[in-house]
């Protein structure tokens, strides 16, 4: 059902990549505002190109709006030399830790401009000390509460540096494991750990290759070019190292043909799941050290379980449920006949609402729900009322043209401060459902935030709860919340909480999904797509679900289109 080509994508993201950030040098350099003005052009420009850059001529390029002569000749330079010469000479004046510090949230180019030369700090360590001497407060434009939240992203930073969102790494593990296929030949590998029980953030990647010859399969990782072994880290059975590019870690454990299934238990299971008694003296591990098995449904065979999928073995309830033959059937990305939660260019999206709308059906599903940016939250274009009307009559007249193919009316409303929704109750009730979700005044207590929420989710024209705690992952914690008292009130209140499959936000986190499902609250898979592309991101959201037990009955947007216009009039029926 996608027809998107991923690889293209990020190719096309990786030049764009690179011309973000010449604009933000400029800026940092004092250059002339014009100058950064037309590379900021050029990057929204790209942003909407579909076809690969790197198949267009230079005429081609110079055809894009906003892309011109220069930046056309700079793209042409990118695709032979992987870089452009312009940048190279803005980063060689440019202390690294400098334009580390352009990635802190909520300061731009400018003020890192002053850190910089005003107070001297050119490494992230620097700044950090400059910050815990209180330097940074005193300096013209930032002050105490500035100073704090550079602090805490500096922290944020540092504690996650070396991992991945498992988007990255989906696609650097599988390269990997392709090349590790083709150095070591006649070995059978697996890639395992935290890749293979879907964990959100990578800090490794793990593989078990089988062989009869481990020494040639040591030696012939070393000769990877890819890789970089830590020699003191290795040893006969375990080889252990980094990506070269990136330094992400690497181990790929050598063992022999007979221990493989073994093996791939081990490596793909928390110790909770390994180490927890399931009979009074019986555990996995005491299973899987008893003699060699051929699969690892053998291995649940024997203990007397049902299999259970890598992604499920976190210790939870899950042995309990095996041992009963109760494991839930898991929820898989072909259940799903439509996409709730996406934005169109009405707002901040990058496509019209017919683009999204055509796009979502040739992928083969049945309806696609429209929920651009509120009028609040004006720093994404959110619509006023005028604009939503106009928008709901474009639906009006697309469904007509789409039948029977149905675009929903919503809205993602930015739950204000009081956590009341942002119209008036005419205007609310001319939609079909209501995401609501939290974008701005992010800096709450538990307390502060989750009342927020409650009060958004007693709303009876809230249908579903938006992106639960705000996090970015790797980039900025969510605020805290209590994840049981929402839950519980979206429980009490009959309302949907989305999995944002966004690969930054992946929130609800699947901790809190197995709750969610005991107290009856469905859940929706919603890719929050800002483009056509996003729509991609599902799959994502679907292992999330997947590791806290969703199944396809629990999942909203599994139902079909009739029974998702059903629900929608209803309950906007028992408003009174
Ligand atoms: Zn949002
Ligand atoms: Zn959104």
């Known amino acids: 059902m996608q027809h998107t080509d991923k690889t293209q994508a990020l190719e096309n993201k990786k030049i764009i990549k690179q011309f973000k950030l010449a604009a933000e040098l400029m800026e940092l350099h004092d250059e002339n505002p014009f100058k950064v003005r037309s590379y900021a052009n050029a990057v929204a420009a790209l942003e909407l190109v579909e076809e690969p850059l790197e198949t267009l001529t230079q005429a081609q390029l110079e055809g894009i709006q906003g892309v011109g002569k220069g930046i056309a000749a700079k793209i042409l330079e990118i695709n032979e030399k992987g870089t452009f010469a312009e940048l190279d000479q803005m980063l060689q004046v440019t202390p690294p830790g400098v334009v580390e510090m352009l990635r802190i949230k909520g300061i731009g180019p400018k003020k890192v401009r002053n850190l910089w030369k005003e107070l001297g700090a050119e490494t992230v360590e620097e700044l950090l000390e400059a910050c815990e001497l209180d330097k940074v407060s005193k300096l013209k434009g930032f002050g105490a509460k500035t100073q704090e939240n550079i602090k805490q992203a500096l922290l944020f930073t540092q504690q996650n540096r070396g991992k991945l969102l498992y988007a990255e790494a989906e696609l650097v593990a599988e390269g990997l494991l392709q090349s590790i296929k083709a150095a070591v030949h006649e070995a059978q590998v697996e890639l395992v750990g935290e890749m293979r029980r879907r964990m959100e953030i990578i800090t490794q990647l793990q593989f078990v290759l089988a062989t009869g010859a481990p020494v040639k399969a040591h030696e012939a990782l070393q000769r990877m070019v890819e890789l970089r072994e830590d020699e003191k880290a290795s040893g006969p059975f375990a080889w252990r190292g980094w990506l070269a590019e990136t330094g992400m870690p690497v181990e790929v454990r050598l063992v022999p043909t007979e221990r493989f299934a073994n093996e791939l238990l081990l490596t793909s299971a928390s110790v909770e799941h390994l180490a927890q008694l399931f009979t009074a003296s019986t555990n996995l591990l005491t299973v899987v050290r008893g003699q060699a ?43 799903l006949k439509g996409i709730l939660h996406n934005h169109s260019t009405y707002s901040d999206g990058a496509h019209t609402l017919e683009q999204m709308a055509t796009y979502c059906r ?79 005044t992010l800096n709450m207590d538990e307390q502060r935030a989750t009342a927020r929420l409650i009060t958004a989710i007693e709303n009876p024209y809230t249908t579903m709860l938006g992106h639960p705690t705000g996090r970015l992952l790797l980039r900025r914690e969510g605020y805290p919340i209590n994840h049981k008292m929402v839950i519980d009130a979206c429980a009490a209140n009959n309302v949907i909480i989305e ?36 729509y991609d991101d599902m799959k994502y959201g679907v292992l999330v679900g997947r590791k806290g037990g969703l199944t396809k009955e629990m999942t909203f947007n599994a139902k079909s289109l009739e029974e998702v216009e059903k629900y929608f009039r209803e309950r906007k029926e028992k408003i009174k």
Request: proline share 3%; net charge negative; hydrophobic share 35%.
């Open 499 to 534: 999995i944002n499959s966004n690969p930054w936000r992946l929130d609800l986190d699947w901790r809190y999904v197995q709750y969610a499902l005991e107290k009856g609250v469905m859940l929706s898979i919603n890719p929050d797509a800002h483009h056509t592309s996003g």
């Open 362 to 440: 040739d992928m083969g599903y049945e309806y696609l729900g429209i929920s651009d940016h509120s009028k609040t939250a004006a720093y994404a274009g959110g619509l006023r009322e005028g604009d939503v009307l106009r928008q709901q009559k474009e639906i009006d007249e697309l469904n007509k043209r789409l039948a029977p193919f149905r675009i929903f009316k919503g809205i993602e409303s930015d739950i204000l401060g009081d956590g009341s929704l942002d119209y008036d109750e005419d205007i609310l009730r001319t939609f079909d459902f209501i995401v609501a979700s939290i974008h701005s």
């Open 293 to 335: 098995y051929t699969s690892e449904a053998d291995i649940y065979k024997s203990a007397g379980m049902a299999y259970v999928a890598p992604e499920l073995r976190e210790g939870t309830n899950e042995l309990e449920l095996a041992l009963q033959n109760k494991l839930p059937q898991l929820l898989e990305l072909s259940d």
